[in-house]
């Protein structure tokens, strides 16, 4: 109440106080474009809020809140359509942005005072409004605008805002902050949420934007190469997300991201993709990193955008893997000797992968589609062989040369570097068993001649391995590296043993246990007095310590240096055991024929043959033979060379090889009884299987090779045969197993 406890009647307090002194002046102020500074000094302010808070208050009949509510409301609503309106139709007539601009300034005025309206009416606001449940009169004010205003304005806005964004589009120079508000006026129509923005501009916006970049597609994408095309889509991309940011509503950019990327990618993506002179194969061809960099993102964006370019990329790895293959294949046309050592055809092949894992990794961010597109690749041409030998042998001589002392010369690093780059290669293969026992011969031969530059540079390899398949598959590789460590442990106390003898040979054993090492020939040499007392003399000694073990000799992998003298030189001569044998059996300059040698010997033909052929046809002929010639025959004889002369004193005497470089009916023995356990396992674990489901599933299990349906029926058969399954009595196609 006021001092004077004077009743404030409703004509009097709203027409000579609020409208006066409050209404009237704030909508003179707006009408003349004041916004900064104070509207009211705090005594004004005090004075109308005074007069609405009696009127508020008083008792009935003179409580004048609903009054004061409803003269609020039309008010608001008399000032926007006497002024407002009018207006900014007189604008819209113009054109867009003047439209804006009034459209800016009216909605400015408005927030203003509905501030200060709120301010006035506090008291109202705070009980009378509340205890009512009527709309705020911030809300009623706002709903006052849109009924009014917004409702009449919606559309003309709509189309000048896309109208300047269209124009923005094409490079014109803009008023972002006319967009930047009139959304906001839109996003406020909503009342708390964004339904009145997504109806009526979002929703335009986005049709708009599609029939836009429709029509630069349909222009772009026959004017500009494949990369031109991926700049520009690029650009657009980055140029609606900063818009978005600039002047909409966040929730807009996927919206408006996804429009454009179905419009300038997703609907041309097999065209780009294609593009004769520069689709994908061309970028890959020509090393365009920066140019697959951007593909690769731009169809990353789409869903399940990268399967086509990863199927055209697998398609192109494919094909520069197939031209290594018919590069070896014109070499072998060229009349080039078919063997299976061909560390050019290898080279290539890591060089291939080395080039194109670098560009998964690099231009495609090591993605898993593109990473099994590779993987695809590689297995589609690595397990095609070219010639007589497997690429998995090809591999596996590589590495030998690698790792054996004169094969690559290479330091410790690139060492290490190689045999990653021949392992990840050996990922690839299907007949991974087949590699293991190739390598296995290698790494033997290795071993046993004491040619393998460094035992660390053997565990590396054999722990790559293991990485790659598993501790069963590297159980013999790691069980014979423990052999000759356990060897070099009993080599000294069987030194002192051979002191002790008083033995002339320099003599050493290496024992091998079976199980790991590949299967080797046991020739029955007839091995001369002195060497048959050192084999005697380890034997007993062995036997002392390992009564359970027994001892087998395999002298075609043991190997000697012969003290040799022709003439006035003397040489050592590096030879295999055997072909000691038979220099021990010519001595003294004994002539001797070659049935004679045979029966001293006690040599089959497949052995003497290329023992004789190394001494007495290779390179140092260190034995005569007549006839002089390059056969040998069984009627030849052989005599020490007295004419033997040589500039080096150590000589290395190689022999022809006489086995196999691998067991390939061993490997396939391993396969049957792999095939068998995992049938075995998986019929264990099922009880009953039809034919197509246990062969699918042994498929999957065997991780080291892939047999042929043929071989896994084979299999069943003998299974059947032995009573562990047996076929289903109501229908032959399906199996049980037998407990």
């Known amino acids: 109440m006021t001092d004077d406890n004077k009743i404030i009647t409703l004509q009097d307090g709203w027409d000579n106080k609020i409208k006066s002194n409050a209404i009237d002046v704030l909508e003179d102020i707006l009408d003349t474009g004041l916004k900064s500074g104070k509207f009211f000094s705090n005594k004004n302010y005090i004075e109308v809020y005074t007069v609405c808070y009696d009127m508020c208050t008083q008792r009935a009949p003179y409580n004048h809140s609903q009054q004061l509510y409803t003269r609020h409301g039309e008010t608001i609503q008399a000032y926007l359509e006497t002024k407002v309106l009018p207006a900014i139709q007189e604008k819209g007539s113009s054109g867009g942005v003047p439209l804006l601009e009034e459209l800016k300034f009216?909605?400015?005025?408005?927030?203003?005072?509905?501030?200060?309206?709120?301010?006035?009416?506090?008291?109202?606001?705070?009980?009378?409004?509340?205890?009512?449940?009527?709309?705020?009169?911030?809300?009623?004010?706002?709903?006052?605008?849109?009924?009014?205003?917004?409702e009449h304005v919606k559309v003309g806005a709509k189309d000048a805002i896309i109208e300047l964004i269209d124009k923005e589009r094409d490079g014109e120079i803009i008023k972002k902050d006319l967009i930047l508000n009139t959304v906001k006026l839109y996003e406020a129509m909503g009342m708390g949420s964004l339904e009145t923005y997504n109806n009526d501009l979002e929703a335009k916006l986005l049709e708009s934007t599609r029939e836009y970049y429709a029509k630069k597609r349909a222009e772009w994408i026959v004017t500009d190469s494949t990369p031109e095309y991926l700049i520009k889509a690029e650009q657009v991309l980055n140029e609606e997300s900063n818009r978005v940011k600039e002047y909409l509503n966040t929730g807009t950019e996927p919206k408006l991201l996804k429009v454009v990327e179905e419009e300038v990618l997703e609907k041309v993506e097999s065209a780009l993709l294609e593009k004769e002179g520069s689709g994908c194969k061309v970028l890959l061809a020509n090393d365009k990193s920066e140019d697959l960099q951007r593909m690769f993102k731009l169809f990353a964006r789409l869903e399940d955008g990268l399967r086509p370019m990863a199927e055209i990329v697998q398609q192109f790895i494919s094909s520069m893997g197939h031209e290594v293959l018919n590069q070896r294949q014109a070499r072998l046309d060229a009349g080039e000797k078919d063997k299976n050592d061909d560390p050019t055809f290898v080279k290539a092949l890591l060089a291939l992968h080395e080039k194109y894992l670098g560009v998964i990794r690099t231009d495609f961010d090591g993605h898993s589609v593109f990473?099994?597109?590779?993987?695809?690749?590689?297995?589609?041409?690595?397990?095609?062989?070219?010639?007589?030998?497997?690429?998995?042998?090809?591999?596996?001589?590589?590495?030998?040369?690698?790792?054996?002392?004169?094969?690559?010369?290479?330091?410790?690093?690139?060492?290490?570097?190689?045999?990653?780059?021949?392992?990840?290669?050996?990922?690839?293969?299907?007949?991974?068993?087949?590699?293991?026992?190739?390598?296995?011969?290698?790494?033997?031969?290795?071993?046993?001649?004491?040619?393998?530059?460094?035992?660390?540079?053997?565990?590396?390899?054999?722990?790559?391995?293991?990485?790659?398949?598993?501790?069963?598959?590297?159980?013999?590789?790691?069980?014979?590296?423990?052999?000759?460590?356990?060897?070099?442990?009993?080599?000294?106390?069987?030194?002192?043993?051979?002191?002790?003898?008083?033995?002339?040979?320099?003599?050493?054993?290496?024992?091998?246990?079976?199980?790991?090492?590949?299967?080797?020939?046991?020739?029955?040499?007839?091995?001369?007095?002195?060497?048959?007392?050192?084999?005697?003399?380890?034997?007993?000694?062995?036997?002392?310590?390992?009564?359970?073990?027994?001892?087998?000799?395999?002298?075609?992998?043991?190997?000697?240096?012969?003290?040799?003298?022709?003439?006035?030189?003397?040489?050592?001569?590096?030879?295999?055991?055997?072909?000691?044998?038979?220099?021990?059996?010519?001595?003294?300059?004994?002539?001797?024929?070659?049935?004679?040698?045979?029966?001293?010997?006690?040599?089959?033909?497949?052995?003497?043959?290329?023992?004789?052929?190394?001494?007495?046809?290779?390179?140092?002929?260190?034995?005569?033979?007549?006839?002089?010639?390059?056969?040998?025959?069984?009627?030849?004889?052989?005599?020490?060379?007295?004419?033997?002369?040589?500039?080096?004193?150590?000589?290395?005497?190689?022999?022809?090889?006489?086995?196999?470089?691998?067991?390939?009916?061993?490997?396939?023995?391993?396969?049957?009884?792999?095939?068998?356990?995992?049938?075995?396992?998986?019929?264990?674990?099922?009880?009953?299987?039809?034919?197509?489901?246990?062969?699918?599933?042994?498929?999957?299990?065997?991780?080291?090779?892939?047999?042929?349906?043929?071989?896994?029926?084979?299999?069943?058969?003998?299974?059947?045969?032995?009573?562990?399954?047996?076929?289903?009595?109501?229908?032959?196609?399906?199996?049980?197993?037998?407990?």
């Open 106 to 150: 009216r909605w400015e005025n408005h927030t203003i005072m509905n501030k200060w309206y709120s301010k006035f009416f506090t008291y109202l606001d705070r009980f009378y409004v509340k205890h009512h449940s009527l709309p705020s009169l911030s809300q009623a004010g706002l709903t006052a605008f849109k009924t009014n205003i917004y």
């Open 371 to 739: 990473q099994k597109a590779l993987k695809d690749a590689f297995v589609d041409f690595v397990n095609k062989n070219v010639g007589n030998y497997t690429n998995a042998e090809f591999m596996s001589t590589f590495c030998d040369r690698v790792l054996k002392s004169g094969g690559e010369k290479l330091n410790e690093a690139e060492v290490e570097d190689n045999l990653e780059k021949v392992v990840q290669l050996f990922s690839y293969l299907t007949e991974k068993d087949r590699f293991a026992e190739i390598y296995r011969t290698h790494l033997a031969k290795r071993l046993l001649n004491q040619r393998s530059t460094s035992t660390d540079a053997e565990k590396v390899m054999i722990a790559k391995l293991k990485m790659q398949c598993g501790t069963q598959f590297t159980a013999k590789l790691e069980g014979m590296l423990n052999d000759l460590a356990v060897g070099s442990d009993q080599k000294s106390e069987f030194d002192s043993k051979m002191r002790e003898e008083n033995l002339k040979i320099d003599f050493g054993v290496q024992v091998l246990t079976g199980g790991f090492w590949p299967t080797y020939l046991y020739p029955e040499v007839a091995v001369p007095p002195d060497m048959n007392r050192c084999l005697e003399t380890f034997k007993d000694w062995h036997t002392k310590r390992h009564q359970q073990r027994k001892l087998k000799w395999v002298f075609s992998q043991g190997n000697a240096t012969v003290k040799a003298v022709y003439g006035k030189k003397t040489y050592d001569l590096q030879v295999t055991t055997l072909q000691a044998i038979a220099l021990n059996a010519l001595n003294n300059g004994k002539t001797m024929t070659y049935t004679e040698l045979k029966e001293t010997l006690n040599l089959e033909d497949p052995i003497l043959q290329p023992l004789m052929h190394s001494l007495s046809c290779g390179k140092y002929k260190v034995v005569s033979k007549s006839p002089s010639n390059k056969k040998i025959l069984t009627t030849d004889k052989f005599v020490a060379n007295s004419k033997f002369s040589c500039n080096m004193r150590k000589i290395r005497i190689p022999v022809a090889i006489v086995e196999a470089s691998h067991n390939s009916k061993r490997v396939d023995e391993d396969r049957g009884a792999s095939i068998e356990a995992s049938i075995v396992r998986i019929m264990k674990a099922r009880k009953t299987l039809k034919h197509q489901q246990l062969q699918a599933e042994v498929l999957s299990q065997l991780a080291f090779f892939k047999p042929n349906p043929r071989a896994i029926k084979k299999r069943i058969e003998s299974l059947i045969e032995r009573e562990y399954l047996e076929r289903s009595e109501d229908d032959t196609n399906v199996y049980n197993y037998l407990a």
